[in-house]
């Protein structure tokens, strides 16, 4: 049964291309993709480059398991080590934040990521493309968890690239 899920990208580190790669990777990968505008904001947890983010949604019928092992060798492939996790730059972050309303706090999925909760950088593009998607936990929808969210600390601005 198809899924809508949604994957959180961001890079620091040669931020377009990268970016720009991973969308046409996904693309190979899950065909048509949703894409919110692309955001700048700085680092969080540590002294570095601003992060350019969005986020990409699509519809699959792939298992949530294997839409994540994708995520990770898009990762690898971009030159992502094992010593770039938490708060460090790289150059490239792809998380599958939400994964229809599965939720899994395993080690291997972690759907839905707190990350829609905790950050501007995810919550803001999910609410561009997916303003009417609730979120599995609350029940919210993406429009009302941003319209609550306290954005005075998490400076963003949209960047223009071509993906």
């Known amino acids: 049964m198809p899924v809508r899920?949604?994957?959180?990208?961001?890079s620091n580190i040669d931020a377009e291309a990268q970016l720009q790669g991973?969308?046409?990777?996904?693309?190979?990968?899950?065909?048509?993709?949703?894409?919110?505008?692309v955001y700048r904001s700085?680092?969080?947890?540590?002294?570095?480059?601003?992060?350019?983010?969005l986020i990409a949604g699509f519809v699959t019928d792939r298992s949530a398991l294997d839409?994540?092992?994708?995520?990770?060798?898009l990762e690898m492939e971009a030159g992502r080590t094992g010593e770039q996790h938490g708060f460090t730059a790289r150059p490239l972050d792809l998380d599958m934040v939400?994964?229809?309303d599965l939720?899994?706090?395993?080690?291997e999925l972690?759907?839905?990521?707190?990350?829609?909760e905790k950050y501007a950088f995810?919550?803001?593009?999910?609410?561009?493309?997916?303003?009417?998607?609730a979120h599995p936990v609350t029940g919210q929808t993406m429009a009302q968890m941003w319209a609550e969210f306290d954005r005075s600390t998490s400076p963003m601005t949209v960047v223009e690239l071509s993906l």
């Open 5 to 10: 899920a949604f994957v959180s990208l961001g």
């Open 22 to 37: 991973a969308v046409a990777a996904m693309r190979e990968e899950f065909g048509e993709l949703e894409l919110s505008p």
């Open 42 to 53: 700085p680092a969080v947890g540590f002294d570095g480059d601003d992060f350019l983010n």
């Open 67 to 73: 839409c994540a092992a994708v995520m990770q060798r």
């Open 98 to 100: 939400l994964y229809g």
């Open 103 to 107: 939720i899994d706090g395993s080690r």
């Open 110 to 116: 972690r759907v839905p990521r707190d990350d829609v």
């Open 122 to 133: 995810v919550l803001g593009p999910l609410a561009d493309i997916a303003p009417d998607f």
